[in-house]
């Protein structure tokens, strides 16, 4: 017979089973068989069972050119819009940070891109850089500058992707640095005006320096969502023209989902676990030197 005080000596184990439980399943299973299938050669559309070949798929997709290519892609595709956005989502929150007439209304302004589904936004940057009947390609007319083919050209497809992507996230980063500001103490402004410190050397000596942990949080999380991206690219090229768009992600998708060969994409996305991993760690470590 069970004790009447059995459950309650446990109750700090049994109420976070359930929680517990759903990230095993959900997020640490996938994980696990991922890896466990990037071991394999296992091609659907082969018709023969999974075969175990160790380190057989990493090797394919390093000797693939097309890896290393889509590489270079999504690290110019997270660097070139997360710097940019970092830069301008601390500057707009630094101007959001003084008191001004209609700051609620540009709040909510800046709220927009955020609550908009990916595929939405996609459709609509696509009917803007329309080669033909595109708003973008009107403007560039009515200066009388060339028109330019947006995401239907290698050249510019990546440039064209990455702005819209800094549209949709610089109000992330800028809500956090904002955050950030409004915590800071104000007892070093206070001794700076005191002594006479103009605005920019208040920015530069104090803003900037207590607030860059908050900025660098705000590049890790970005930097992460930015290098696993998926649904814009997805949305509006599908990784095209040709394989001009193509990143990581998108290469492991059409491995899966095109070709079924579900050994290479899974080492495909072995390999962007541990380029997030490693990259997140590498920001991290910038973070404490900020923080001595």
Sequence with gaps: MIKSGFFEKRLRYLFPLPAVLFVLLLMVFPVVYTLFVSFSDWALTSGRPMKFVGLGSYLKVLREPRFIAALERTFFFTLGAVLIESVLGTGIAIILNRHFRGKNAVKFVLLLPLVATPVAIGIVWNLFYDPTIGFLNYVLNLFGLPQSGWVTASRTVLPSLMLVDIWQWTPMITLIVLAGLAGLSQEPYESARVDGASHFQILRLITLPLIMPTVLTALILRAIDALKT???IYAMTGGGPGYSSETINIMAFKYSFEYFDLGTASA??????????????????VRKQFEL
């Design 230 to 232: 998926f649904d814009i």
């Design 268 to 285: 495909i996305l072995v390999f962007l676990f541990f380029l997030v991993l490693l990259f997140s760690l590498a920001v991290m470590k």
